[in-house]
């Protein structure tokens, strides 16, 4: 029987071919870099990749994924992302991308424990009891699960603006703005938040770095 994973090697060829009709110098220009102004922190999950769902291009978006598109601190591989996007690649626009329906979110929701995720999952915790008042008042628990996901991505672009990799760049006049979006899974419609951070104002004076 043929291996499942062979299509994906057929859709690559396809793929190749498909740009190189449409400009036979695509992937030599695609090789001498990459020039992205947007650095995307999304979730894992395979129904929400970036390029697809914003209508882009290869070499347009950097992207970073994780479950339940988290910023926490202490987590090196998007901190190091996040320092090459901005110091390097020189991106003007942050977005934070969750998505309704979120896997991570409704389990971060009960008191089940799924193993090691546990771990991860806590951060989205510390967010409902942030907000717990307004959430506990949500008796639908999909529009309470909804409202949840809005604020974990809020609650993620504000990490962001609090690390020393963003304030050292508005520190040195760089123009760079965080945004939170949620995508829709079932309209493919994307829903901007009322959420902008670009500058160390946005955030509270413990959070401020002297730099």
Same mark, same amino acid.
């Given at each position: 029987m043929e291996? *499942?994973?062979? =299509? !994906?090697? /057929? #859709?690559?060829? !396809?793929f190749a071919l498909s740009k190189q009709f449409d400009?036979? &110098?695509?992937?030599?220009? !695609?090789?001498l870099g990459q020039t992205p102004e947007y650095?995307?922190?999304?979730? +894992?999950? *395979?129904r929400v990749p970036a390029n /697809? @769902? $914003? #209508?882009? &291009? +290869?070499? /347009?978006i950097f992207v970073h994924r994780n479950i339940a598109n988290l910023v926490i601190h202490t987590d090196m591989n998007? %901190? +190091?992302v996040l320092e090459y996007a901005v110091n390097v690649l020189g991106v003007k626009q942050i977005i934070v991308c969750g998505h309704y329906g979120c896997g991570g979110v409704r389990a971060a929701m009960s008191n089940s424990s799924f193993g090691l995720v546990d771990n991860w !999952? =806590?951060? @989205?915790?510390d967010v409902y009891h942030e907000h717990k008042k307004e959430l506990d008042e949500i008796t639908d628990l999909e529009k309470r699960t909804d409202r949840l996901t809005e604020l974990n991505v809020i609650d993620q672009a504000k990490n962001l603006a609090k690390t020393r990799i963003v304030q050292n760049a508005w520190q040195s006049g760089k123009k760079l703005e965080i945004h939170g979006w949620v995508?829709? %899974? $079932? +309209?493919?419609l994307i829903k901007e938040l009322n959420t902008l951070y670009d500058e160390k104002g946005d955030i509270e004076n413990i959070y401020h770095y002297e730099i």
């Amino acid at each position: 029987m043929e291996k *499942s994973y062979k =299509r !994906l090697i /057929e #859709g690559n060829r !396809l793929f190749a071919l498909s740009k190189q009709f449409d400009d036979p &110098e695509y992937f030599k220009k !695609l090789s001498l870099g990459q020039t992205p102004e947007y650095l995307w922190v999304g979730c +894992s999950d *395979s129904r929400v990749p970036a390029n /697809e @769902i $914003t #209508g882009t &291009e +290869s070499g /347009e978006i950097f992207v970073h994924r994780n479950i339940a598109n988290l910023v926490i601190h202490t987590d090196m591989n998007l %901190m +190091s992302v996040l320092e090459y996007a901005v110091n390097v690649l020189g991106v003007k626009q942050i977005i934070v991308c969750g998505h309704y329906g979120c896997g991570g979110v409704r389990a971060a929701m009960s008191n089940s424990s799924f193993g090691l995720v546990d771990n991860w !999952l =806590r951060n @989205i915790k510390d967010v409902y009891h942030e907000h717990k008042k307004e959430l506990d008042e949500i008796t639908d628990l999909e529009k309470r699960t909804d409202r949840l996901t809005e604020l974990n991505v809020i609650d993620q672009a504000k990490n962001l603006a609090k690390t020393r990799i963003v304030q050292n760049a508005w520190q040195s006049g760089k123009k760079l703005e965080i945004h939170g979006w949620v995508y829709g %899974m $079932t +309209s493919g419609l994307i829903k901007e938040l009322n959420t902008l951070y670009d500058e160390k104002g946005d955030i509270e004076n413990i959070y401020h770095y002297e730099i």
